[in-house]
């Protein structure tokens, strides 16, 4: 018997949607496109995404899709993932609601997005994803690419890290602003003609 192509491409959909409720179950938040070539990991929620509205839906959200769309990335390329565990279903939580989640819960929900580049929004982010790829930025060179410095690009197995100190806080700020702008300009989409 012959697998046909939408048949298997409806078997991965429905593996990648069982591992992401599995996920979700654990406390992890995310929101967005899953298979985006991009996750922006965001560890200093606002009042509302602490309360459960969606991740980056306020103001810094709309400057980051604006910011991603001005270097090449589609629309639908965005996906934010909160390194602070939301509710999550009894007896399956993995840290309290607001707790930072376990290093190894967040690599796991990283490796199944499986992006091409991720954003770290702010220091609590990258903190976060020192602790959860501990071994994979030890191997890097330059003391200060290793440590996540905001505005280098570290390659992490396979991807391209890019840490940012305070994006949504820069908003206020049209210096700090631009500095972000800077920052992001570095991190186009795989193979755009930039």
Known sequence: MRISSSDRKEALAGAVEQELEALAARGVRMAGNAF???????????????????????????????????????????????????????????????????????????????????????????????????DALVVIEDFDTAMLKPGLIAPVLGRRVLALDGFEAALNDPREKQRMWAYIKRLPPAGAPY
């Open 36 to 134: 985006s070539p991009i996750v922006l990991v965001k560890g200093e929620l606002n009042a509302d995404e602490l309360a459960g509205g969606e991740l980056l839906a306020g103001a810094d959200g709309h400057a980051l899709r604006a910011a991603l769309g001005a270097i090449g990335y589609a629309p639908e390329d965005f996906c934010a993932l909160a390194a602070v565990a939301g509710p999550a279903q009894p007896g399956d939580a993995v840290a309290a609601a607001g707790e930072p989640l376990p290093p190894e819960v967040l690599h796991e929900a990283l490796e199944a997005l499986d992006p091409e580049a991720v954003l770290l929004l702010d220091d609590a982010a990258a903190r976060a994803m020192r602790d959860a790829y501990a």
